[in-house]
């Protein structure tokens, strides 16, 4: 029992810092995005298409969450965007402290837009907020399209579904169709934008859709 | 500093019964393999596959491991094989504990095999001993050649790499042999196969060592 009094008070712990963040975030007008998904489904993709697009309409920074290496760090920082790594060690998630850490090397003045791509993992991340606005799951279609049945804590608690790799739809065992309905199932508020990192195929329409998303978003520094 | 120290105790508990859980096993003579990694790498696709070769030569029971829903033990219950499903309910991996529950379940007199197939998460299970003789990590060539060096602890702790849908090779970002080499240079003594499900390619040669490793298990009870 003791084991689950702690964790609940690591999630409070975590919940206090993240709001904080939250507060900065707003202080800075900067709108934040937590990039969530399984190893290997594209985030880091995305993320470049992404910067790809963005660039010269918005000021842009990331934060790179791994479990080891800095590779993700270095193919984004070819945007020259700011980009911050953190490696958690084997630590499963990133938390709001390892976040508020970083945000200790990126100054956030002017910046309109933070990514931060969370570590590989579809179950433990789902539980930490970052102070992120929004939560953006990657689903690759080479994953199947019963994960968000088997695993639906993260799409409960995402804004946005990426559905990733289309471009591989002819190959693997994936209804899309079914894909996005058990999505939709879990959690009928989801954006669902349908992508392909390879041919380029709907970066556009989120790009858009983002962009949209940020004018909205009351920026106190303009 | 408190958590550390539950951590530590929970996995100190969890060495324990998983001490308990290969005791029971040595003393069925059932051979365990734990099979784990990302979420869509096809854990369950090879399971399949790997029971269809073993069919008849060989007495086989499941555990299968899944967050939410049965939908895997439904699909390995057509092979007339006993499974039994753990559902963590959010939980991020199997433990021990989970595992001597599910074996009130299943008569291990006469079982030669047991698979479990764990959680869908590069992280979190490899630092759950859950008495296995054997961890087999699936790496899927559609998340990439750099997961090895991205998640070490997982394959650093398997002693089987499963390299699957060697199908999808021409369609996506994938170095197979980096990828080898990457898993390679985080644990060098990694027994390494290619599959595909879809093909069936591969599936032979990783049975043929299967069995050929339950040979060299002594069976107490033949």
Sequence with gaps: MSIVTIERKVLEKNDELASRNRELFQHHGTFVLNIVSSPGSGKTSILERTLEHLKGNLRVAVIEGDVQTDFDAQRVAKFGVPVVQIVTNGGCHLDAKLVQDALGNIDLNGIQLLIIENVGNLVCPANYDLGEHSKVVVASTTEGDDKPLKYPAMFRNASVLLVNKIDLLPYVNCNITELKNNALRINPALNVFETSCTTQ???????????SQLKNYPLINE
Tied chains: 1, 2.
């Design 201 to 211: 195929q709907g970066i556009d329409v989120w790009c858009t859709w983002l962009e």
